[in-house]
């Protein structure tokens, strides 16, 4: 329990919940579409990955971890792919970033 | 502890979203919510130890469902007429149908209780059973593919027709993709 | 601490929820779904370390590459499909 290795693991799984659930504040409080979409590409790459690292350290070197990092790849690859996706179909369907000289 | 309390408030989520959907004007949204219940859904199977069911549910409530969804909105409208006041009727019939499962609830045995009936006889017959019947050595495959045969084989057609429909998606032909963008320009 | 950060997860699932229910534009919403995905993934790998049998992370990886999928499918068929232009359009008419 007072294993260094497992204290460190439990550092990084609590933050990487606490930068999913940063992510998920910017969702709320940012004010246009986009600005939410960059406050949730947190979550796919600090959240995840932080908490990937996490119970690979706890889990040791075996298969668990093998299929815990090709997660993870998965994940760092498809989000972004995405996100980038959702981007340009919002900018398709007309919906305009709000730009900083416009105070509505 | 954290066990339970993870079953209940998944549960909890599950009954949320289904009370949002139900309010839900635009069609668009209670769509994309369906999806969220399925993947509550598929969570809450994992928490149950119920892996294949999950993995169905999510592939088929969170990937299939919403895309024909999608497609019959595209065909039709999707606003939904508003409108004023509660249908009697249907309150009456809803309130009768839950009455009527929770009433069915206090057949069902205890969760993974050793003395459930599902426990108690047909392993057995399965251990002894399997080498006189089938002769496969592994008990797991004897089961998975002579007794339950056909739920095998409905299981991988599921399977089959998500890789195809990944094909499709991934796999667009180059002179229908240059079609799809000239009409959209 | 793993059923902490359980806990935490959960939480996050809630407000991805709300999220998902008080979004504008329908593009908010497939955002919303989009967290959700990623935070589903994150319980299930999570939640086989909390009973102490992580052997349910191959469901893990298939949720994340259907989750890909799904939104890739939706987007292509708002950009491409029949409602992609009307559809904002009249989101954004409902929602001013």
Redesign the interface.
């Known amino acids: 329990m007072n294993d260094p290795v497992y204290l460190i693991a439990?550092c990084l799984?609590?933050l990487?919940?606490?930068f999913?659930?940063i992510?998920?504040?910017g969702?709320?409080r940012m004010p246009d579409?986009f600005t939410?979409?960059h406050a949730?590409s947190i979550?796919?790459s600090m959240?995840?990955l932080l908490?990937?690292l996490?119970?690979m350290l706890?889990?040791g070197i075996n298969l668990?971890t093998v299929?815990?990092f090709?997660?993870l790849l998965?994940?760092l690859i498809?989000?972004p792919?995405?996100?980038h996706?959702?981007a340009?179909?919002?900018l398709?369907?007309?919906?305009k970033p709000k730009l900083g000289d416009d105070k509505s | 502890m954290i066990i339970y309390f993870t079953d209940i408030a998944l549960s909890l989520m599950l009954i949320l979203t289904a009370m949002v959907i139900a309010v839900q004007r635009n069609l668009l949204g209670a769509v994309m919510l369906s999806g969220i219940y399925s993947l509550l859904c598929a969570s809450l199977f994992v928490c149950l130890d119920a892996v294949d069911v999950a993995f169905t549910e999510a592939a088929v409530g969170g990937g299939v469902a919403t895309i024909l969804f999608l497609g019959t909105l595209a065909q039709t409208d999707y606003e939904k007429k508003s409108r004023v006041g509660i249908s009697w009727s249907g309150l009456f019939l809803v309130i009768i149908c839950g009455s009527l499962l929770v009433y069915g609830l206090s057949d069902i045995p205890g969760f993974g209780l050793a003395d459930n009936p599902v426990q108690t006889y047909l392993a057995d017959v399965y251990l002894v059973q399997s080498q006189k019947d089938i002769a496969v050595p592994n008990l797991v495959t004897a089961v998975l593919a002579s007794y339950r045969g056909y739920d095998t084989l409905g299981e991988t057609t599921v399977i089959f027709t998500a890789g195809i429909a990944v094909l499709i998606l991934l796999g667009r032909g180059k002179a229908d993709s240059d079609t799809v963008e000239s009409k959209e320009s | 601490?793993?059923e902490?950060?359980i806990l935490?997860?959960l939480?996050?699932m809630l407000?991805?929820l709300i999220?998902a229910a008080i979004g504008?534009?329908v593009?908010?919403k497939?955002?919303?779904v989009?967290?959700f995905g990623?935070?589903t993934?994150?319980f299930i790998?999570?939640y086989g370390?909390v009973t102490g049998r992580?052997d349910f992370?191959?469901i893990?990886?298939v949720y994340?590459?259907i989750?890909?999928v799904t939104?890739?499918a939706v987007?292509k068929f708002?950009?491409y499909g029949d409602m992609?232009?009307s559809?904002?359009?009249r989101e954004?008419d409902i929602d001013i």
Do not use: W
């Open positions: 439990c799984l609590i990487g919940a606490v999913v659930l992510g998920l504040l969702v709320f579409f939410r979409l949730a979550i796919d959240g995840t908490i990937m996490g119970l706890m889990s668990i299929k815990l090709l997660i998965f994940i498809t989000t792919t995405a996100a996706a959702l340009k179909s919002a398709h369907g007309k919906l | 601490m793993v902490f950060t935490l997860i939480l996050s407000l991805a999220s504008e534009t593009y908010d497939i955002l919303a989009n967290i990623t935070i993934v994150l790998a999570v370390f992580p992370l191959d893990a990886l994340a590459l989750s890909f939104t890739i987007l708002f950009e992609g232009k559809s904002t359009d954004q």
